[in-house]
C-alpha cells in the first residue's frame, strides 16, 4: 500500500475520533453521558455475542455494518430516537455526512464504507435488518443499566423499534426480556445484576 493511502486513512481515523466525544441522551451505570463511539462498541459487541444464533449470516459484514451505522454523527451528532420525528432529513443528512467524513479515503475504500452505510439505512439486506435490530435493542438495554435523569421517558423504549425486534425469534426473545427490565425502570426498580457464571 503506498505512504499516500496510508496517510489518508491516518487522517480518516483522526477525523472519526470526533464520534468518541458525540453524547448521546442515555447514561452509563455512573451516571456519565454515553458516547456515540461506546455505543457502537457495544453494537458490536452484541454482533459477535450472538452471532452464533444468526445462521446464514455473514458475521464480519455484521461488524463492519456495526461499526459503520452511526459514523456520519461525526460531523453533526445524534439525534435522540424521541425527537428523530422532527427530523426527517436524518438519513440524507447522516449519508452527507458520512460523505464529508470519508472525503480523503481511496476510492474503493470510501464507496465499501458508503455502500455498508446504505445496506444498513435501507435495511436492504438480512445483516443490514440484523443491526438495525441489534441498534434497538443496545440502546434500550442502556436506557435499562443507565442512571438516567428523574424525567426519563421509558415507556417510549416499550414501543421504540418493534418493526426490527419482531423480525427474527432471537430478537424478539431478547427485547421480551429487555422489556421486562424497562419496566422496572419505570415502577422505580433497578435492573437485576448479572448472575454469576455457571447459575
Known amino acids: 500500500m503506498h505512504t499516500e493511502t496510508l496517510q489518508s486513512r491516518l487522517a480518516f481515523l483522526r477525523e ?4 468518541k466525544d458525540v453524547l448521546r441522551s442515555g447514561h452509563t451505570s455512573s451516571g456519565r453521558p454515553e458516547s456515540t463511539a461506546e455505543h457502537t462498541w457495544r453494537l458490536c459487541l452484541m454482533a459477535l455475542v450472538f452471532g452464533d444464533s444468526l445462521p446464514g449470516l455473514d458475521p464480519l459484514k ?3 455494518m456495526c461499526v459503520v451505522h452511526d ?3 461525526a460531523i453533526h451528532g445524534d439525534i435522540p430516537a ?3 420525528g422532527a427530523h426527517p432529513d436524518k438519513g440524507a443528512r447522516e449519508r452527507e455526512d458520512l460523505r464529508q467524513l470519508t472525503r480523503m479515503l481511496d476510492t474503493p475504500l470510501r464507496e465499501r464504507i458508503l455502500s455498508l ?3 444498513y439505512e435501507q435495511a436492504a439486506s438480512p445483516e443490514a435488518q440484523a443491526v438495525k435490530a441489534l441498534d434497538k435493542l443496545e440502546t434500550i438495554l442502556q436506557h435499562t443499566q443507565g442512571r438516567n435523569p428523574a424525567d426519563f421517558d421509558y415507556a417510549f423504549n416499550l414501543a421504540y423499534g418493534r ?3 419482531d423480525s427474527h425469534p432471537l430478537f424478539s426473545t431478547l427485547r421480551t426480556l429487555i422489556d421486562a427490565d424497562t419496566t422496572r425502570r419505570m415502577v422505580g ?4 445484576k448479572p448472575h454469576p457464571r455457571g447459575t
Open 189 to 192: 426498580e433497578q435492573s437485576p
Open 117 to 119: 452505510w446504505d445496506e
Open 163 to 165: 418493526k426490527y425486534t
Open 82 to 84: 424521541i425527537h428523530q
Open 71 to 73: 459514523l456520519g454523527e
Open 62 to 64: 455484521l461488524l463492519q
Open 16 to 19: 472519526a475520533e470526533k464520534l
